[in-house]
DNA sequence: GGAACTCGCCAC
DNA sequence: AAACGTGGCGAGTTCC
């Protein structure tokens, strides 16, 4: 509920719901060809993995051990028959304790047939969830995703039908295959404008912390490089050696925002060692996980005196230590402060005008600001290029919204002046708005050529 | 036959 | 002491 009299929150989403909803009625174009040529290709290669899966030892096994015909896509039987039946030891636990069946619990089995399931539902995954969603849900061609801001505990929105804020991106395969079946219109161009870190940014306009300050509005430093630097103890950090971005990356993904978010050194160990690294949970011996250089981690991380994925973990504890108590302190003691002031109120009043209230952890309390913060930083500058777009009776439409990032689709001839309008707003027009915000937003661009499918989008240099 | 649940997995 | 914040959605399952 937004605080009660607070005009401009409630202004924002009222603008908003009708920017968005112009989005929703302009749609995004689908090659629909393209899905049932791609949803067939799916089919026979789900039926092939089908056919040789029944075909092993492993399920002859199962079916032979059952009383009911097996369905191979349930979890539940699959589980039952893993750790009831055949009595191997459980691994990984669901939230209510039973045996885990995702990829990670099957993976550590060393069963390999369960690779057959594995890849068997990663492409149903894409087949059913994205292809066939876009089957059902386009008119004529076109998809029109639904963008809620009723739903979100902390304003920001959400999407359905389809929901066009978790298509792949990270997966090659499924980024591709999916990605490939969105359009502009004819003769058109895709163009996205990414706000970059901007939870990251609006935290510390709240937190206030000198040395988050710095590396904000300082370019010359990198938050995610000195902490690379920190948990691999490189001597040097340099992009063009092997392996060094990918370090990067992990500590930036693997250790960096889960810490911000409240998450704690042993998954961030997870994380950081066997999700990025490659490493296994023992003691490393030369030659495994990432190259690095003309070297691999466990060579270059045994030479610094971390033998083993246990003292890996012990790095990690002692970094946590060091994040909180020296490198951003006042970030850590604005958690303190700020959650004290919840529990005295049982409300959190945002910099935006919003009201979060009801029962809350601290891990909520804390995160809620960025994550309603950077959403509002966006949901303001689609409102004004919606405006603007039909002031200036544009051709380009806004199609849709990721949470940080707005997706165009551009008349090539408008292309310069969006971009510069675009930047404009996201980056000057903004902060000029929202006296609150006292650090610099920065924004990064990706663009695919005309009539080219959004899976081909590359970064765009617009300055 | 549908509502409500768990599980797994996609995004930021 | 416990251990990552916010969503949507498909499949399987259970309950009414």
Redesign the pocket.
């Known amino acids: 509920m937004a605080k009660a009299g607070n005009m401009e929150a409630y202004q924002l989403l009222h603008k908003g719901m009708l920017a968005l909803a112009r989005a929703e009625r302009q749609g995004i174009r689908i090659d629909m060809d393209y899905v049932n040529r791609k949803k067939q290709q799916m089919t026979n290669k789900i039926e092939h993995l089908e056919e040789d899966f029944r075909d092993t030892k492993f399920f002859k096994d199962w079916q032979k051990r059952s009383k009911a015909k097996i369905?191979?896509?349930?979890?539940?039987?699959l589980?039952d028959y893993l750790y009831k039946v055949l009595k191997i030891k459980v691994g990984?636990e669901?939230?209510?304790?039973?045996?885990?069946?995702?990829?990670?619990?099957l993976k550590q089995l060393n069963i390999p047939e369960l690779d057959y399931l594995?890849k068997i539902?990663?492409l149903?995954?894409?087949r059913?969830?994205y292809l066939?969603?876009y089957t059902?849900e386009q008119v004529e061609g076109y998809i029109h995703p639904?963008f809620?801001l009723n739903?979100?505990?902390?304003y920001?929105s959400?999407?359905?039908?389809?929901?066009f804020?978790?298509?792949?991106?990270?997966?090659e395969f499924?980024?591709q295959t999916v990605r490939s079946a969105m359009f502009p219109r004819p003769g058109h161009l895709l163009l996205e404008v990414d706000y970059s870190g901007v939870?990251v940014r609006i935290n510390a306009c709240i937190n206030k912390d000198k040395n988050l300050i710095k590396y904000i509005k300082d370019p010359t430093t990198d938050m995610h490089r000195d902490i690379a630097i920190q948990i691999f103890k490189l001597d040097e950090y340099d992009e063009k050696i092997e392996g060094h971005k990918t370090l990067r990356q992990a500590a930036k993904n693997?250790f960096v925002?889960?810490q911000f978010?409240?998450?704690?050194y042993?998954?961030c160990a997870e994380?950081v060692a066997c999700n990025w690294g490659e490493l296994p949970k023992t003691k490393w011996k030369a030659g495994m996980g990432i190259a690095i250089g003309n070297t691999y981690l466990s060579n270059h991380l045994i030479s610094k005196g971390i033998l083993s994925y246990d003292k890996f973990t012990e790095h990690l504890k002692e970094m946590e230590a060091d994040l909180w108590k020296n490198r951003f302190p006042e970030y850590a003691k604005w958690k303190d402060v700020w959650f004290a002031k919840y529990q005295k109120k049982g409300y959190i009043d945002l910099p935006t005008g919003f009201r979060c209230q009801g029962v809350?952890?601290k891990?909520?309390v804390c995160?809620?600001p960025g994550?309603n913060g950077?959403f509002a930083c966006l949901l303001w500058s689609f409102i004004e290029a919606d405006r603007i777009m039909q002031e200036e009776n544009w051709d380009t439409r806004l199609i849709g919204q990721?949470?940080?990032?707005i997706l165009l689709d551009v008349l090539p001839s408008e292309l310069d002046h969006v971009v510069e309008v675009l930047y404009r707003i996201t980056c000057t027009d903004l902060p000029k708005a929202w006296k609150w915000i006292n650090v610099p937003l920065d924004v990064d661009m990706e663009i695919c050529k005309v009539d080219e499918p959004w899976s081909k989008k590359k970064k765009y240099a617009f300055r």
């Open positions: 369905n191979i896509n349930s979890g539940q039987q589980g990984k669901t939230k209510s304790g039973m045996g885990s069946t995702d990829e990670e619990a594995v539902s990663k149903k995954k894409i059913d969830t066939d969603g059902r639904f809620n739903t979100v505990v902390t920001r959400s999407s359905n039908s389809p929901n804020q978790n298509v792949p991106k990270r997966d499924a980024m939870e693997g925002f889960p978010y409240g998450d704690w042993k998954s994380n809350m952890n891990k909520q995160n809620y994550q950077g990721i949470h940080d990032s």
